[in-house]
């Protein structure tokens, strides 16, 4: 993942609603969302066929998870997967997400650097590695990209301000997230966040919807979870250039 906006228990009936967007190279091989077989628990995710984890998704018990790079080309890659913290941590059993987050914390450091949301019924948990940094989150509306977690990029302002009037409304159609998800707005220059790159491609990461032969938006994906744990989970599949390859949801229940 590379963007995500998330509303933690500030909504009448969702206990955490989440919308993001997965960029990638669209050369690495990728399944749609769906049920993972056995030996994976109760995980519903798109998979990287690759690594064999996975960057946002749900497991048993009303269990989340959503997972970010973090940019920054002085850093060190290269280290174990960074998307099976959250493929083990869904498909785990027993484990609360304050909990997995305190047993991550000590080898955080050996991944290549990552932002790390876990939710379940009692808390939403973040850890980040680059730099260290470890919280609950607040009830509220947050938002993650390539930066740390509710850095004011402005990709993720917007995100998280469609995010907010959507939740403000009775439960409408989902409609206005898939917009603000495919929203190819980039801000002017002096918005850009400092991350390292040259200024070109900073300009073409900074839409939530990257549009590229080889690289850009693979998957935009909507987690909502009420406060008995039922909801559902949503893709939308693109490839190069953006074309709409496909849509998923599928429907949880405690």
Known sequence: MCLVALAWKSHPRWRLFMAGNRDEFHAR???????????????VAGRDLRSGGTWMGIGGSGRAAVITNVRDPRAASGGPSRGALVADYLGGAGTSAAGQIGQLAASAGDYAPFNLLLADADGCHYLGNHPPARQALAPGVHGMSNGALDAPWPKTRRLMAALEDWLARNDPP???????LADEWRPDDAELPAT???LPLERQ??????????????????IAIDHDGHGFIAERRFGPEGVFLGHSRVDIAP
């Open 29 to 43: 091989p990728t399944a749609a969302l769906d049920r993972w077989p056995p030996p994976h628990g109760d995980v």
């Open 174 to 180: 989902l409609d206005p997230l898939w917009a603000a």
């Open 205 to 222: 990461l900074s839409a939530a919807f990257i549009r590229g032969r080889d690289y850009g938006t693979r998957a935009s994906t909507v």
């Open 196 to 198: 390292g790159i040259a």
